[in-house]
């Protein structure tokens, strides 16, 4: 246990120790160590000690730090005090500055645990304790401990009274200033300076006499001429009474060798200095005056009063010249000052040597008179009774000034009193077991003279230092049976607790709250265990408001470790808490309830117990607890479930404490209830859908996505298939998207129609699920009724993966799907291998579609179809198959009879329009007539021979393509493939068209054109072309019908020269042949007007006229 101590013991050990001292003046550390280094206000801020560094610059100091002298004192001082430091680490000891700046730490604490706004806690924080605070003696309080009273007194009211007189500041460790003062008030309160009132000098003495206040002025006026910084002294104060008499000295030597020696009384004293040479002082005096009470020194006279002082200070010679370098000097003032302002009436100083005599006669402004010792001393000289000493003894006993007191009640001769006082004093300042002997012989004392009740106030003070006398037995029973009522519960029961008496203890005792504090300390007492078993249960709920920790080890006792551990963190006015305890009950319910028959009971237990740490220890319980226990996992729980669920000890949380309790750990946290997804992504399925139904109103397809981001796919496909009926078509797309194995998806995308659109999702690059496409592409084929509402968008999202080798693998399977790639995208091998099978899943139409989608010439989709199917398809056999470069006649016209008969040329085949592109003879623009309203006419070829009949042949339609072969321009640009364009234009044709058609849409079905060829030939079916190519004029001929007549182009796309030299004979009299023919047929045609509803082309530009 630590005891307090003070610096001057740890100066008294060191002096027994060594020989060698402190290398410094004791007083002058004492006041350093005690009123700077430990009792500055910069270390009252700190809440500890000053460092060297701050000590070496502090402004506080009363030695210079300028100086060479000055600062190597200071060094010395703050290695004098790491010494008294050490040392009382080692003793473990303390003194009033440690109690300090552990209070002022403390306080801090709270206060920064009640402000959230740290910045200001000066403001306001510190626990007011006192409204308002009077200060007496301020001088001798260090600053450290002014900063501490003022922040817990009158901070807020502003409610403060200082006095004090710092002539009189000779206390120990004291360097007080009330401009020190003023930095300690506003340090407390920085917005009162204006607030804080001038220092008032009290002037007017009403306690001492004329001649007394005189000599204690001119005491001051020299401390202040020579130490003008350390002494604040306005003006001499004014005394209010003068009775005459006059301040004596005399000779010390004569003054004790008086044959007839003073009798000093209760109100008279001899005080002497607190130097080095004081036991000495002490000794000679107490010889003289016979062992008087009030022989003391200076220091211990502070605060008190007598009618008559003799000062006798035995200091060397030197110490009377008074120099401003030393501080033994200033101390010596103030001390002098301190003993003469004690007295009330008169003065009497003894004079030990010539300096001393020549100080006191040198005082300006006083009344002293030097005389004879025994007629100096003749007035102390007096008669008192015992009733006067006992009545100044019980003042001081009230005063606590107890070692007077004690002397005072030794000279009235009542040993009862005496015994007492003396006690007291060796409580503060020796053993205790010398003060508890003076308490029984005192009890014995005042038992004897039949006064009990002091009889049992002494023996109170006897049995707070066990152990008990059990000779002592006989007082306090005799004393309890004359005054029984004399104690208190309290006292009654502490007597009957230390007397081990377990008899006089009953129920009401444990129930009463004031009297726990008795009883905490025997927790472990098997009679306080006895006792309480013999409790009702109501009793015991009584008990447990004072005694909550007994009861707690009566329930574990007993396996009812939720009571007991709520007990232990139990918080009242009263009781205090056991976190072990408590930490060891929780375990063991943890464990008892691992496998309960009640999952409820189970998750309100722990529930309770974790409110219980929570109020008990905030939210961060489970750090004081061991790290991988079972409580400190439950309140980690409760404080953070995330956490726990992140943590290695998931899994073992939910084995021990189940579904229940993480449950309501979630709602007591405050957390998301589908955060519980963390912890079971199977336990806690229902709550965790049904929280995120709520947090996103019903929109599953979100939850849906919840569940992705967590990585949980398997309950993603399950929400999703458990609600399929009840997403939307753009909901389906989504749960593809996100690769999604849900089942009875493909039949809602059925119901909704959107298999195709599935299917595109499948087949696009961030999902590219071809198992998944492939089976919603056989179900959306699985008939030809759905075949035909979804083959256009499922072949349109086939054809962009036509070329994925991925994808051509599935052509050599058998499911509806590859045959149905087959179709489209090889029609002609799927008409010799497929063809049955291609009819029979998709039927006619989609056929058809197939296979004009894929080709273009209708006379290879007729033949591709007949393939397919010869009956199914013989309607639709063309006609009549044209080629560009065919010689036709025009029939059938009826808008535009004058048409009918007139010959023409094929010049292509108008895909967007149906209908083939005809140069009409001796015509400037061509037109566009239906295939149903031209018939073959024959042709001209190039390679005839001069034999040939000149005029133009006509040929059936079995021999047509062989007898005009030779006779139409080639058009060396045309496909060998089985592309879908139709047949391209000849080369002269592709070279001076500007504007034929570039539609790439189908060409009608032969379904279709078949249907048009049947139709009646009362309509006719001629429109314009945009484009039609120029034909080039020979430049060398004369004749006005020469120039309608078009030039042959060659198999090289090249125009025939205009010289006849440059050409064979054979061909240019071909040409003249031909020219005539149509000369004659143009000439006829030019002179007619229009044709009503033919549509002519117009010419294009001659930009390519000559090429």
């Known amino acids: 246990?630590?005891?307090?101590?003070?610096?001057?013991?740890?100066?008294?050990?060191?002096?027994?120790?060594?020989?060698?001292?402190?290398?410094?003046?004791?007083?002058?550390?004492?006041?350093?160590?005690?009123?700077?280094?430990?009792?500055?206000?910069?270390?009252?801020?700190?809440?500890?000690?000053?460092?060297?560094?701050?000590?070496?610059?502090?402004?506080?100091?009363?030695?210079?730090?300028?100086?060479?002298?000055?600062?190597?004192?200071?060094?010395?001082?703050?290695?004098?005090?790491?010494?008294?430091?050490?040392?009382?680490?080692?003793?473990?000891?303390?003194?009033?500055?440690?109690?300090?700046?552990?209070?002022?730490?403390?306080?801090?604490?709270?206060?920064?645990?009640?402000?959230?706004?740290?910045?200001?806690?000066?403001?306001?924080?510190?626990?007011?304790?006192?409204?308002?605070?009077?200060?007496?003696?301020?001088?001798?309080?260090?600053?450290?401990?002014?900063?501490?009273?003022?922040?817990?007194?009158?901070?807020?009211?502003?409610?403060?009274?200082?006095?004090?007189?710092?002539?009189?500041?000779?206390?120990?460790?004291?360097?007080?200033?009330?401009?020190?003062?003023?930095?300690?008030?506003?340090?407390?309160?920085?917005?009162?300076?204006?607030?804080?009132?001038?220092?008032?000098?009290?002037?007017?003495?009403?306690?001492?006499?004329?001649?007394?206040?005189?000599?204690?002025?001119?005491?001051?006026?020299?401390?202040?001429?020579?130490?003008?910084?350390?002494?604040?002294?306005?003006?001499?104060?004014?005394?209010?009474?003068?009775?005459?008499?006059?301040?004596?000295?005399?000779?010390?030597?004569?003054?004790?060798?008086?044959?007839?020696?003073?009798?000093?009384?209760?109100?008279?004293?001899?005080?002497?200095?607190?130097?080095?040479?004081?036991?000495?002082?002490?000794?000679?005096?107490?010889?003289?005056?016979?062992?008087?009470?009030?022989?003391?020194?200076s220091l211990d006279a502070k605060g008190l009063e007598f009618d008559d002082c003799v000062v006798a200070f035995d200091e060397e010679q030197k110490a009377w010249n008074i120099n401003s370098d030393r501080a033994a000097s200033l101390r010596l003032l103030r001390e002098l000052y301190v003993a003469i302002t004690r007295a009330k009436r008169r003065v009497v100083v003894l004079i030990n040597s010539p300096k001393m005599r020549d100080f006191f006669m040198s005082l300006p402004n006083c009344n002293i008179e030097e005389s004879d010792a025994k007629v100096a001393l003749l007035e102390f000289d007096s008669t008192t009774t015992r009733d006067e000493w006992l009545k100044r003894g019980k003042q001081l006993f009230d005063d606590e000034q107890y070692k007077m007191a004690a002397s005072c009640f030794k000279a009235a001769e009542h040993f009862g009193y005496f015994e007492w006082a003396q006690g007291k004093y060796e409580m503060l300042q020796g053993p205790k077991e010398l003060a508890k002997e003076s308490f029984r012989r005192s009890a014995r004392r005042f038992f004897e003279d039949s006064d009990y009740k002091h009889t049992l106030d002494l023996l109170s003070l006897v049995i707070e230092n066990p152990p008990w006398n059990s000779s002592d037995d006989d007082m306090y029973d005799v004393c309890r049976q004359q005054i029984p009522s004399y104690f208190t519960p309290e006292k009654s029961v502490g007597f009957a607790l230390n007397r081990n008496k377990w008899a006089e203890i009953n129920t009401h005792d444990l129930k009463n709250a004031s009297l726990a504090h008795l009883f905490r300390p025997l927790r472990t007492n098997p009679e306080l265990r006895q006792l309480i078993t013999t409790c009702s249960q109501s009793d015991l709920l009584d008990i447990e408001y004072s005694l909550p920790l007994s009861i707690g080890d009566y329930y574990i006792d007993r396996n009812d470790y939720l009571n007991a551990a709520r007990l232990y963190l139990q918080q009242s006015d009263y009781s205090e808490q056991d976190p072990n305890m408590a930490e060891k009950a929780t375990n063991l319910l943890i464990q008892s309830m691992i496998t309960p028959s009640n999952s409820k009971i189970k998750s309100s237990s722990l529930d309770t117990i974790a409110k219980c740490w929570k109020q008990s220890r905030g939210t961060q319980a489970s750090r004081i607890l061991a790290v991988d226990s079972d409580a400190a996992l439950l309140l980690q729980l409760y404080e953070n479930p995330i956490q726990v669920a992140k943590s290695r000890r998931s899994s073992d949380a939910l084995k021990k404490f189940g579904r229940d309790v993480i449950t309501s750990a979630f709602a007591v946290s405050n957390e998301l209830e589908e955060e519980l997804h963390r912890f079971s992504s199977d336990q806690f399925e229902a709550q965790v859908d049904r929280a995120l139904s709520k947090k996103f109103k019903g929109n599953l397809i979100e939850a849906v996505q919840w569940y992705l981001h967590r990585n949980d796919k398997a309950h993603a496909e399950q929400l999703a298939g458990k609600n399929i009926k009840y997403w939307s078509k753009h909901d389906l797309l989504e749960i593809v998207r996100h690769k999604l194995n849900v089942t009875g998806l493909i039949q809602e995308a059925d119901n909704k129609h959107c298999l195709t659109d599935l299917v595109k999702v499948c087949l696009s690059s961030e999902v590219f699920n071809l198992k998944r496409a492939l089976e919603i592409s056989e179900r959306a084929l699985s008939s030809i009724t759905k075949a035909e509402a979804n083959y256009k968008d499922l072949i349109e999202a086939w054809d962009k993966h036509k070329n994925d080798s991925r994808v051509n693998k599935l052509l050599v399977q058998e499911q509806a799907t590859s045959v149905f790639l087959n179709l489209f995208w090889k029609p002609k091998i799927s008409s010799n291998r497929l063809s049955g099978r291609c009819i029979e899943l998709f039927g006619l139409q989609i056929v058809e579609f197939a296979v004009s989608r894929a080709i273009d010439n209708p006379t290879e989709q007729f033949d591709t179809l007949f393939n397919f199917d010869k009956e199914a398809f013989e309607h639709l056999r063309p006609l009549v198959k044209f080629k560009n470069g065919d010689r036709v006649t025009v029939h059938g016209l009826q808008k535009a009879p004058t048409l009918n008969g007139k010959s023409g040329t094929i010049l292509r085949w108008v895909q967007d329009k149906g209908r083939y592109e005809v140069r009409i003879d001796r015509r400037k623009k061509s037109i566009l007539i239906s295939p149903s309203n031209i018939k073959i006419n024959g042709g001209f070829n190039q390679d005839t021979d001069d034999s040939e009949d000149e005029n133009v042949a006509f040929h059936n339609d079995q021999t047509r393509a062989q007898s005009i072969q030779n006779s139409r321009v080639m058009n060396t640009n045309s496909s060998d493939d089985d592309s879908d364009q139709p047949p391209a234009l000849n080369a002269r044709d592709q070279s001076t068209s500007e504007s034929s058609s570039g539609s790439d849409d189908s060409i009608p079905s032969l379904q279709e054109r078949g249907k048009r060829s049947n139709s009646s030939d009362s309509s006719d079916d001629i429109s314009s072309s945009s484009s039609v190519p120029n034909l080039t004029r020979k430049d060398n001929s004369s004749s006005d019908e020469e120039d309608n007549i078009p030039a042959l182009i060659g198999p090289n796309n090249q125009s025939s020269s205009s010289s006849d030299e440059s050409v064979p004979r054979r061909m240019k009299e071909a040409q003249d042949r031909l020219a005539t023919v149509q000369g004659g047929v143009m000439k006829e045609l030019g002179e007619e007007e229009q044709p009503e509803g033919v549509e002519e082309l117009k010419e294009n530009s001659g930009k390519n006229r000559d090429s």
């Open 1 to 297: 246990m630590s005891e307090s101590c003070s610096f001057i013991e740890y100066i008294n050990d060191v002096r027994k120790k060594s020989h060698v001292g402190l290398g410094v003046d004791a007083k002058e550390a004492e006041n350093e160590i005690c009123g700077v280094i430990l009792g500055s206000l910069d270390s009252a801020k700190s809440g500890k000690a000053l460092t060297r560094e701050e000590y070496i610059q502090s402004v506080r100091s009363y030695i210079q730090k300028d100086t060479v002298t000055g600062g190597r004192k200071r060094h010395d001082i703050y290695s004098v005090y790491e010494g008294y430091k050490n040392w009382k680490q080692e003793h473990n000891r303390f003194d009033l500055n440690d109690i300090v700046l552990k209070l002022i730490n403390a306080l801090k604490d709270i206060r920064l645990q009640n402000n959230d706004d740290r910045d200001n806690t000066h403001k306001r924080g510190w626990i007011q304790l006192f409204n308002a605070m009077y200060l007496d003696e301020v001088q001798d309080f260090s600053y450290a401990s002014i900063y501490l009273i003022c922040n817990i007194a009158g901070c807020q009211t502003l409610h403060w009274v200082f006095a004090g007189d710092t002539a009189q500041m000779i206390s120990p460790g004291c360097s007080f200033t009330f401009s020190g003062l003023k930095e300690v008030l506003l340090a407390v309160q920085p917005d009162i300076e204006r607030k804080i009132k001038h220092v008032n000098k009290l002037a007017k003495n009403y306690r001492v006499t004329k001649d007394v206040l005189a000599l204690s002025n001119s005491v001051l006026h020299v401390a202040k001429k020579y130490f003008r910084n350390d002494i604040q002294y306005l003006r001499p104060e004014i005394a209010m009474k003068d009775v005459g008499t006059r301040v004596r000295i005399c000779q010390w030597k004569e003054a004790l060798n008086l044959e007839k020696r003073p009798r000093f009384g209760p109100n008279q004293a001899l005080i002497y200095s607190s130097t080095s040479n004081s036991d000495g002082v002490a000794l000679d005096m107490n010889d003289w005056l016979n062992e008087h009470p009030f022989i003391m020194t």
